[in-house]
Protein backbone atom coordinates (compact mmCIF):
# COMPACT_ATOMS: atom_id res chain seq x y z
CA UNK A 1 0.00 0.00 0.00
CA UNK A 2 3.11 1.99 0.88
CA UNK A 3 4.47 1.89 -2.47
CA UNK A 4 1.33 2.15 -4.38
CA UNK A 5 0.61 5.39 -2.28
CA UNK A 6 3.90 6.75 -3.38
CA UNK A 7 3.26 6.31 -7.30
CA UNK A 8 1.95 8.77 -9.01
CA UNK A 9 -0.91 6.97 -9.77
CA UNK A 10 -2.05 6.30 -6.25
CA UNK A 11 -1.55 9.86 -5.53
CA UNK A 12 -3.84 10.60 -8.41
CA UNK A 13 -5.94 8.04 -7.25
CA UNK A 14 -6.02 9.19 -3.04
CA UNK A 15 -6.97 12.94 -4.55
CA UNK A 16 -9.47 12.08 -6.86
CA UNK A 17 -11.45 10.01 -4.56
CA UNK A 18 -10.90 12.50 -1.41
CA UNK A 19 -11.84 15.06 -3.06
CA UNK A 20 -15.14 12.97 -4.57
CA UNK A 21 -15.86 12.13 -0.74
CA UNK A 22 -15.78 15.64 0.19
CA UNK A 23 -17.45 17.22 -2.46
CA UNK A 24 -20.38 14.47 -2.02
CA UNK A 25 -20.34 15.09 1.57
CA UNK A 26 -20.82 18.84 1.27
CA UNK A 27 -22.70 18.89 -1.88
CA UNK A 28 -25.48 16.05 0.45
CA UNK A 29 -24.65 18.36 3.89
CA UNK A 30 -25.99 21.57 1.79
CA UNK A 31 -28.87 19.91 0.48
CA UNK A 32 -30.45 18.34 4.02
CA UNK A 33 -29.76 22.17 5.10
CA UNK A 34 -31.68 23.12 2.47
CA UNK A 35 -34.44 20.84 2.63
CA UNK A 36 -34.53 20.97 6.39
CA UNK A 37 -34.98 24.81 5.84
CA UNK A 38 -37.46 24.17 3.79
CA UNK A 39 -39.64 21.91 6.03
CA UNK A 40 -39.19 24.36 8.57
CA UNK A 41 -40.97 27.11 6.93
CA UNK A 42 -43.97 24.72 6.09
CA UNK A 43 -44.04 23.74 9.84
CA UNK A 44 -44.14 27.09 11.14
CA UNK A 45 -46.49 27.53 8.59
CA UNK A 46 -48.57 25.06 9.87
CA UNK A 47 -47.59 25.63 13.97
CA UNK A 48 -49.21 28.92 13.14
CA UNK A 49 -52.38 27.89 11.28
CA UNK A 50 -53.00 25.51 14.22
CA UNK A 51 -51.98 28.23 16.56
CA UNK A 52 -54.89 30.00 15.53
CA UNK A 53 -57.45 27.48 15.10
CA UNK A 54 -56.66 26.62 18.57
CA UNK A 55 -56.92 30.11 20.25
CA UNK A 56 -60.30 30.98 17.92
CA UNK A 57 -61.78 27.39 19.09
CA UNK A 58 -61.00 27.68 22.51
CA UNK A 59 -62.26 31.15 22.87
CA UNK A 60 -65.98 30.08 21.81
CA UNK A 61 -65.93 26.90 24.36
CA UNK A 62 -66.90 27.82 28.06
CA UNK A 63 -64.74 28.52 30.65
CA UNK A 64 -65.81 25.81 32.67
CA UNK A 65 -65.24 23.16 29.63
CA UNK A 66 -61.88 24.47 28.05
CA UNK A 67 -59.71 22.35 30.34
CA UNK A 68 -61.20 19.26 29.13
CA UNK A 69 -61.74 20.76 25.91
CA UNK A 70 -57.88 21.58 25.66
CA UNK A 71 -56.63 18.18 27.00
CA UNK A 72 -58.86 16.24 23.65
CA UNK A 73 -57.55 19.08 21.10
CA UNK A 74 -53.55 19.83 21.99
CA UNK A 75 -51.65 17.96 19.61
CA UNK A 76 -47.50 17.74 18.87
CA UNK A 77 -46.39 20.65 18.70
CA UNK A 78 -48.65 23.14 19.46
CA UNK A 79 -50.02 23.10 22.77
CA UNK A 80 -52.17 25.56 24.92
CA UNK A 81 -52.94 25.25 28.76
CA UNK A 82 -54.44 27.75 31.07
CA UNK A 83 -51.98 29.55 33.25
CA UNK A 84 -51.36 27.88 36.43
CA UNK A 85 -50.22 29.40 39.57
CA UNK A 86 -48.03 32.74 39.08
CA UNK A 87 -48.06 35.04 36.25
CA UNK A 88 -45.25 33.84 34.10
CA UNK A 89 -42.42 35.96 33.34
CA UNK A 90 -42.72 38.15 29.94
CA UNK A 91 -39.49 37.67 27.77
CA UNK A 92 -38.26 42.00 26.60
CA UNK A 93 -39.24 41.40 22.98
CA UNK A 94 -41.67 39.68 20.97
CA UNK A 95 -40.01 37.13 18.79
CA UNK A 96 -41.14 36.36 15.29
CA UNK A 97 -43.36 33.26 15.74
CA UNK A 98 -44.87 35.88 18.42
CA UNK A 99 -45.44 38.25 16.27
CA UNK A 100 -46.49 36.45 12.92
CA UNK A 101 -49.06 35.08 15.30
CA UNK A 102 -50.08 38.24 16.43
CA UNK A 103 -50.60 39.52 13.19
CA UNK A 104 -53.09 36.91 12.34
CA UNK A 105 -55.00 37.57 15.14
CA UNK A 106 -55.78 41.02 14.94
CA UNK A 107 -55.07 43.83 18.12
CA UNK A 108 -57.92 42.09 20.00
CA UNK A 109 -56.25 39.71 21.28
CA UNK A 110 -53.02 40.00 23.17
CA UNK A 111 -49.62 37.70 22.62
CA UNK A 112 -46.49 38.28 24.83
CA UNK A 113 -43.15 36.16 24.46
CA UNK A 114 -42.69 34.49 27.70
CA UNK A 115 -38.70 34.40 29.30
CA UNK A 116 -39.14 30.51 29.91
CA UNK A 117 -38.85 28.13 27.42
CA UNK A 118 -40.94 24.53 27.27
CA UNK A 119 -38.24 21.89 29.05
CA UNK A 120 -38.78 19.93 25.73
CA UNK A 121 -36.58 22.77 24.15
CA UNK A 122 -33.11 21.91 25.85
CA UNK A 123 -33.78 17.94 25.21
CA UNK A 124 -34.91 18.30 21.54
CA UNK A 125 -34.33 15.49 18.92
CA UNK A 126 -31.54 15.14 16.79
CA UNK A 127 -31.94 15.25 13.00
CA UNK A 128 -29.83 13.11 10.77
CA UNK A 129 -27.75 14.96 8.09
CA UNK A 130 -25.18 13.50 5.18
CA UNK A 131 -26.65 9.64 5.01
CA UNK A 132 -27.07 9.95 9.20
CA UNK A 133 -23.15 9.94 9.72
CA UNK A 134 -24.14 13.62 11.21
CA UNK A 135 -26.90 14.44 14.01
CA UNK A 136 -28.04 18.07 14.23
CA UNK A 137 -29.91 19.35 17.17
CA UNK A 138 -33.21 20.67 16.48
CA UNK A 139 -32.75 24.40 16.33
CA UNK A 140 -36.71 25.54 14.80
CA UNK A 141 -39.13 27.41 16.94
CA UNK A 142 -39.56 26.21 20.29
CA UNK A 143 -41.32 28.75 22.79
CA UNK A 144 -44.04 30.41 25.17
CA UNK A 145 -46.52 32.85 24.56
CA UNK A 146 -48.46 34.33 26.62
CA UNK A 147 -51.93 34.43 24.98
CA UNK A 148 -54.50 37.04 26.83
CA UNK A 149 -58.38 35.96 25.01
CA UNK A 150 -61.06 38.65 24.14
CA UNK A 151 -62.62 37.66 27.29
CA UNK A 152 -59.57 38.39 29.48
CA UNK A 153 -58.91 34.89 30.12
CA UNK A 154 -54.67 34.03 29.82
CA UNK A 155 -53.42 31.23 28.67
CA UNK A 156 -49.83 29.68 27.77
CA UNK A 157 -49.20 28.66 23.97
CA UNK A 158 -45.90 25.91 23.71
CA UNK A 159 -45.00 25.68 20.61
CA UNK A 160 -42.71 22.41 20.62
CA UNK A 161 -40.46 21.02 18.46
CA UNK A 162 -41.17 17.21 16.30
CA UNK A 163 -41.59 14.69 18.05
CA UNK A 164 -39.78 11.53 16.65
CA UNK A 165 -40.61 9.04 13.85
CA UNK A 166 -43.44 6.82 14.74
CA UNK A 167 -41.34 3.76 13.72
CA UNK A 168 -38.41 3.04 15.92
CA UNK A 169 -36.71 1.68 13.51
CA UNK A 170 -34.09 4.12 11.36
CA UNK A 171 -33.17 3.67 7.73
CA UNK A 172 -29.77 1.74 7.21
CA UNK A 173 -27.73 3.85 4.76
CA UNK A 174 -24.64 1.24 5.29
CA UNK A 175 -25.01 -0.84 1.84
CA UNK A 176 -26.06 3.20 0.18
CA UNK A 177 -22.77 4.17 1.44
CA UNK A 178 -21.15 0.94 0.77
CA UNK A 179 -22.24 0.94 -2.97
CA UNK A 180 -21.30 4.81 -3.44
CA UNK A 181 -17.49 4.54 -2.13
CA UNK A 182 -17.03 1.73 -4.28
CA UNK A 183 -18.32 3.35 -7.24
CA UNK A 184 -16.50 6.29 -6.47
CA UNK A 185 -13.49 4.37 -5.68
CA UNK A 186 -13.40 2.59 -9.29
CA UNK A 187 -14.11 5.64 -11.35
CA UNK A 188 -11.40 7.14 -9.32
CA UNK A 189 -9.31 4.34 -9.99
CA UNK A 190 -10.03 4.54 -13.84
CA UNK A 191 -9.04 7.95 -14.28
CA UNK A 192 -5.88 8.12 -12.00
CA UNK A 193 -4.80 4.99 -14.43
CA UNK A 194 -5.67 6.50 -17.61
CA UNK A 195 -3.95 9.72 -16.46
CA UNK A 196 -0.91 7.74 -15.65
CA UNK A 197 -0.79 4.90 -18.27
CA UNK A 198 1.19 7.51 -20.97
CA UNK A 199 3.78 8.70 -18.16
CA UNK A 200 4.79 5.12 -17.50
CA UNK A 201 4.70 4.31 -20.99
CA UNK A 202 6.82 7.77 -21.25
CA UNK A 203 9.05 6.37 -18.31
CA UNK A 204 9.21 2.90 -20.11
CA UNK A 205 10.49 4.26 -23.23
CA UNK A 206 13.17 5.91 -21.76
CA UNK A 207 14.80 3.28 -19.94
CA UNK A 208 13.86 1.10 -23.57
CA UNK A 209 16.90 4.06 -25.23
CA UNK A 210 19.32 3.80 -22.38
CA UNK A 211 19.20 0.22 -23.34
CA UNK A 212 18.80 -0.02 -26.93
CA UNK A 213 18.97 3.37 -29.11
CA UNK A 214 17.36 1.71 -32.13
CA UNK A 215 14.56 0.68 -30.00
CA UNK A 216 11.29 1.83 -31.85
CA UNK A 217 9.49 4.81 -31.36
CA UNK A 218 6.09 5.35 -29.36
CA UNK A 219 3.01 5.15 -30.92
CA UNK A 220 1.63 8.74 -31.54
CA UNK A 221 -1.99 8.11 -29.68
CA UNK A 222 -3.90 9.68 -27.10
CA UNK A 223 -4.79 12.74 -26.02
CA UNK A 224 -3.26 15.89 -27.65
CA UNK A 225 -1.04 16.64 -25.23
CA UNK A 226 0.23 12.79 -24.89
CA UNK A 227 0.57 12.74 -28.75
CA UNK A 228 2.87 15.82 -28.86
CA UNK A 229 4.87 14.54 -26.08
CA UNK A 230 5.70 11.10 -27.61
CA UNK A 231 6.46 12.67 -31.06
CA UNK A 232 9.35 14.35 -29.43
CA UNK A 233 10.31 11.74 -27.59
CA UNK A 234 10.29 9.89 -30.99
CA UNK A 235 12.12 13.04 -32.31
CA UNK A 236 14.64 13.12 -29.24
CA UNK A 237 15.79 9.73 -29.82
CA UNK A 238 16.61 10.36 -33.95
CA UNK A 239 18.66 13.20 -32.87
CA UNK A 240 20.74 10.98 -30.94
CA UNK A 241 20.94 8.21 -32.96
CA UNK A 242 22.10 10.15 -35.29
CA UNK A 243 24.87 11.89 -33.42
CA UNK A 244 26.06 8.71 -31.93
CA UNK A 245 26.15 7.07 -35.82
CA UNK A 246 27.82 10.46 -37.02
CA UNK A 247 30.30 10.13 -34.32
CA UNK A 248 31.16 6.40 -34.24
CA UNK A 249 31.58 6.77 -38.21
CA UNK A 250 33.76 10.02 -37.91
CA UNK A 251 36.00 7.87 -35.13
CA UNK A 252 36.20 5.03 -37.91
CA UNK A 253 36.59 7.17 -40.80
CA UNK A 254 40.06 8.51 -38.21
CA UNK A 255 41.05 5.14 -37.17
CA UNK A 256 41.08 3.65 -40.54
CA UNK A 257 42.48 6.82 -42.33
CA UNK A 258 45.59 6.77 -39.34
CA UNK A 259 46.33 3.11 -40.41
CA UNK A 260 47.69 3.31 -43.37
CA UNK A 261 50.40 6.18 -42.10
CA UNK A 262 50.87 4.08 -39.11
CA UNK A 263 51.34 1.07 -41.22
CA UNK A 264 54.50 3.20 -43.30
CA UNK A 265 55.99 4.45 -40.07
CA UNK A 266 56.03 0.94 -38.32
CA UNK A 267 57.80 0.08 -42.10
CA UNK A 268 60.46 2.63 -41.89
CA UNK A 269 60.93 2.50 -37.96
CA UNK A 270 62.19 -1.34 -38.94
CA UNK A 271 64.96 0.30 -41.22
CA UNK A 272 66.71 2.48 -38.20
CA UNK A 273 69.43 1.32 -37.47
CA UNK A 274 70.40 2.08 -33.75
CA UNK A 275 68.34 -0.91 -32.16
CA UNK A 276 67.38 0.87 -28.99
CA UNK A 277 65.98 3.95 -30.56
CA UNK A 278 63.81 1.38 -32.41
CA UNK A 279 62.80 -0.35 -30.33
CA UNK A 280 61.29 2.99 -28.22
CA UNK A 281 59.76 4.46 -31.95
CA UNK A 282 58.28 1.12 -31.81
CA UNK A 283 56.73 0.64 -29.02
CA UNK A 284 55.35 4.33 -28.65
CA UNK A 285 53.88 3.70 -32.00
CA UNK A 286 51.85 0.33 -31.15
CA UNK A 287 50.45 2.35 -28.15
CA UNK A 288 49.65 5.27 -31.09
CA UNK A 289 47.74 1.81 -32.35
CA UNK A 290 46.19 1.00 -29.07
CA UNK A 291 44.98 4.22 -28.33
CA UNK A 292 43.28 4.55 -31.67
CA UNK A 293 42.04 0.70 -31.15
CA UNK A 294 40.21 1.53 -27.75
CA UNK A 295 38.95 4.51 -29.10
CA UNK A 296 37.40 3.29 -31.71
CA UNK A 297 36.04 0.43 -29.15
CA UNK A 298 34.37 3.42 -27.59
CA UNK A 299 32.61 4.79 -29.46
CA UNK A 300 31.53 1.29 -30.94
CA UNK A 301 30.14 0.50 -27.09
CA UNK A 302 27.76 3.29 -27.61
CA UNK A 303 26.44 1.98 -30.29
CA UNK A 304 23.69 -0.38 -30.15
CA UNK A 305 23.26 -1.58 -33.65
CA UNK A 306 23.67 -5.19 -33.07
CA UNK A 307 20.57 -7.23 -32.05
CA UNK A 308 19.40 -7.89 -28.62
CA UNK A 309 19.39 -12.03 -28.58
CA UNK A 310 18.90 -13.98 -25.69
CA UNK A 311 21.91 -15.89 -24.29
CA UNK A 312 22.96 -18.58 -21.97
CA UNK A 313 25.14 -16.74 -19.30
CA UNK A 314 27.14 -19.61 -18.12
CA UNK A 315 27.99 -20.76 -22.10
CA UNK A 316 28.75 -17.00 -22.45
CA UNK A 317 31.03 -16.90 -19.27
CA UNK A 318 33.06 -20.68 -19.93
CA UNK A 319 33.68 -19.39 -23.89
CA UNK A 320 35.59 -16.54 -22.39
CA UNK A 321 37.45 -17.73 -19.51
CA UNK A 322 38.17 -20.83 -21.80
CA UNK A 323 39.28 -18.35 -24.57
CA UNK A 324 41.68 -16.09 -21.91
CA UNK A 325 43.24 -19.53 -20.54
CA UNK A 326 44.13 -20.39 -24.12
CA UNK A 327 46.00 -17.38 -24.36
CA UNK A 328 48.24 -17.84 -21.77
CA UNK A 329 46.05 -16.12 -19.11
CA UNK A 330 45.80 -17.34 -15.69
CA UNK A 331 41.55 -17.26 -15.61
CA UNK A 332 39.54 -20.12 -12.73
CA UNK A 333 35.68 -20.25 -13.46
CA UNK A 334 33.45 -20.97 -10.54
CA UNK A 335 29.38 -21.00 -9.99
CA UNK A 336 26.52 -21.35 -12.13
CA UNK A 337 23.97 -18.63 -12.86
CA UNK A 338 21.53 -21.24 -14.81
CA UNK A 339 19.72 -17.92 -16.27
CA UNK A 340 19.26 -16.38 -19.52
CA UNK A 341 19.90 -12.85 -20.43
CA UNK A 342 19.00 -10.53 -23.15
CA UNK A 343 22.02 -8.83 -24.82
CA UNK A 344 23.91 -8.26 -27.42
CA UNK A 345 26.51 -11.36 -27.60
CA UNK A 346 29.71 -9.56 -29.02
CA UNK A 347 29.24 -6.54 -26.81
CA UNK A 348 28.68 -8.58 -23.66
CA UNK A 349 31.97 -10.38 -24.65
CA UNK A 350 34.16 -7.44 -25.15
CA UNK A 351 32.70 -6.41 -21.26
CA UNK A 352 33.67 -9.53 -19.72
CA UNK A 353 37.07 -9.39 -21.87
CA UNK A 354 37.64 -5.84 -20.93
CA UNK A 355 36.95 -6.76 -16.96
CA UNK A 356 39.44 -10.41 -17.01
CA UNK A 357 42.21 -8.52 -18.86
CA UNK A 358 41.98 -5.54 -16.70
CA UNK A 359 42.15 -8.68 -13.44
CA UNK A 360 45.04 -10.10 -15.11
CA UNK A 361 47.28 -7.22 -16.47
CA UNK A 362 47.40 -5.55 -12.84
CA UNK A 363 46.77 -9.03 -10.69
CA UNK A 364 47.92 -11.47 -12.94
CA UNK A 365 45.55 -13.94 -12.47
CA UNK A 366 41.83 -13.92 -11.86
CA UNK A 367 38.73 -16.04 -10.36
CA UNK A 368 35.08 -15.12 -11.52
CA UNK A 369 32.71 -16.25 -9.35
CA UNK A 370 29.11 -16.36 -11.11
CA UNK A 371 25.92 -16.31 -8.74
CA UNK A 372 21.95 -14.94 -8.84
CA UNK A 373 21.04 -12.37 -6.55
CA UNK A 374 17.24 -11.13 -6.45
CA UNK A 375 16.73 -12.17 -9.80
CA UNK A 376 19.74 -11.01 -11.33
CA UNK A 377 23.38 -12.57 -12.62
CA UNK A 378 26.33 -11.51 -10.63
CA UNK A 379 29.62 -11.92 -11.84
CA UNK A 380 32.48 -11.18 -9.15
CA UNK A 381 36.07 -11.12 -10.84
CA UNK A 382 38.80 -11.03 -7.99
CA UNK A 383 42.34 -10.46 -8.50
CA UNK A 384 45.55 -10.57 -6.62
CA UNK A 385 46.59 -7.06 -7.73
CA UNK A 386 47.38 -4.03 -5.55
CA UNK A 387 43.82 -2.85 -5.48
CA UNK A 388 43.04 0.70 -5.94
CA UNK A 389 42.90 3.76 -3.34
CA UNK A 390 39.17 4.43 -2.10
CA UNK A 391 39.58 8.04 -3.44
CA UNK A 392 40.28 6.65 -6.96
CA UNK A 393 37.63 4.31 -7.42
CA UNK A 394 34.90 6.58 -8.31
CA UNK A 395 37.51 8.24 -11.25
CA UNK A 396 38.46 4.76 -12.74
CA UNK A 397 35.34 4.86 -15.33
CA UNK A 398 36.28 8.42 -16.48
CA UNK A 399 37.64 8.03 -20.11
CA UNK A 400 41.32 8.22 -20.78
CA UNK A 401 41.66 8.11 -16.57
CA UNK A 402 44.62 5.87 -15.36
CA UNK A 403 45.80 5.54 -11.75
CA UNK A 404 49.23 7.32 -11.57
CA UNK A 405 51.04 3.68 -10.72
CA UNK A 406 50.35 2.49 -13.75
CA UNK A 407 51.62 4.48 -15.98
CA UNK A 408 54.28 2.10 -17.14
CA UNK A 409 54.73 0.78 -20.31
CA UNK A 410 53.73 -2.46 -19.53
CA UNK A 411 51.29 -2.45 -17.30
CA UNK A 412 49.74 0.83 -18.00
CA UNK A 413 46.89 0.79 -20.52
CA UNK A 414 44.46 3.55 -22.24
CA UNK A 415 42.26 4.02 -19.58
CA UNK A 416 38.85 3.11 -21.95
CA UNK A 417 38.56 -0.43 -20.95
CA UNK A 418 36.46 -0.01 -17.96
CA UNK A 419 34.78 2.49 -19.46
CA UNK A 420 33.73 0.63 -22.60
CA UNK A 421 32.65 -2.36 -19.79
CA UNK A 422 30.84 0.04 -17.98
CA UNK A 423 28.71 1.66 -20.98
CA UNK A 424 28.04 -1.69 -22.09
CA UNK A 425 26.77 -3.08 -18.92
CA UNK A 426 24.16 0.42 -18.80
CA UNK A 427 22.85 -0.32 -21.89
CA UNK A 428 21.61 -3.83 -20.90
CA UNK A 429 20.22 -2.22 -17.50
CA UNK A 430 23.02 -3.76 -15.49
CA UNK A 431 26.07 -2.08 -13.37
CA UNK A 432 29.51 -2.26 -12.41
CA UNK A 433 30.97 -1.59 -9.37
CA UNK A 434 34.73 -1.90 -7.89
CA UNK A 435 36.12 -2.40 -4.35
CA UNK A 436 39.19 -3.23 -2.62
CA UNK A 437 38.69 -7.15 -1.34
CA UNK A 438 39.16 -7.60 2.08
CA UNK A 439 41.93 -10.36 1.34
CA UNK A 440 43.64 -7.92 -0.71
CA UNK A 441 43.33 -6.81 -4.75
CA UNK A 442 40.50 -5.62 -6.33
CA UNK A 443 36.79 -7.10 -6.86
CA UNK A 444 34.80 -5.87 -10.04
CA UNK A 445 31.07 -6.82 -9.47
CA UNK A 446 29.01 -6.85 -12.85
CA UNK A 447 25.13 -7.45 -12.25
CA UNK A 448 22.61 -8.04 -15.00
CA UNK A 449 18.99 -8.76 -15.40
CA UNK A 450 17.58 -11.90 -16.08
CA UNK A 451 15.48 -12.10 -19.54
CA UNK A 452 11.88 -13.19 -18.61
CA UNK A 453 9.78 -14.30 -21.98
CA UNK A 454 7.43 -11.24 -23.00
CA UNK A 455 9.20 -9.10 -21.55
Not at 19 to 48: C, H, K, N, P, S
Request: glycine share 8%.
Amino acid sequence: MKAFLGSMTGRVFATLLLGIILTAALTQLLADAERQRVIDQFRELAWLDRAEQLIMATEIVPQSARNAYLKVANRPGVALMEVDGHPPVLAPAQTEFTRALAARLGPTYVLSSLAERPPSCETARELPVVFGLLRLKWRGTCESVSVKLRDGNDLVLSVLPPRSATSPERTDFTLTIVLFLVSIASLAYLVARMTTRPLKQLAQAAKDLGNDINHPPLDLAGADEIRQASAAFNAMQARIRQYIFQRTQMLAAITHDLQTPLTRLRLRLEKVGEPELQERLIGDLSAMQAMVKEGLDLARSMDTSETMQRLDLDSLLDSVCADATDAGQQVMLSGHAGMALLGRPLDLRRCLVNLIDNAVKYGHAAEVAVDRVKGAARIRIHDAGPGIPPAELGRVFDPFYRIESSRSRESGGTGLGLTIARNIAEQHGGTITLANHPEGGLEVTLILPEYYPGK
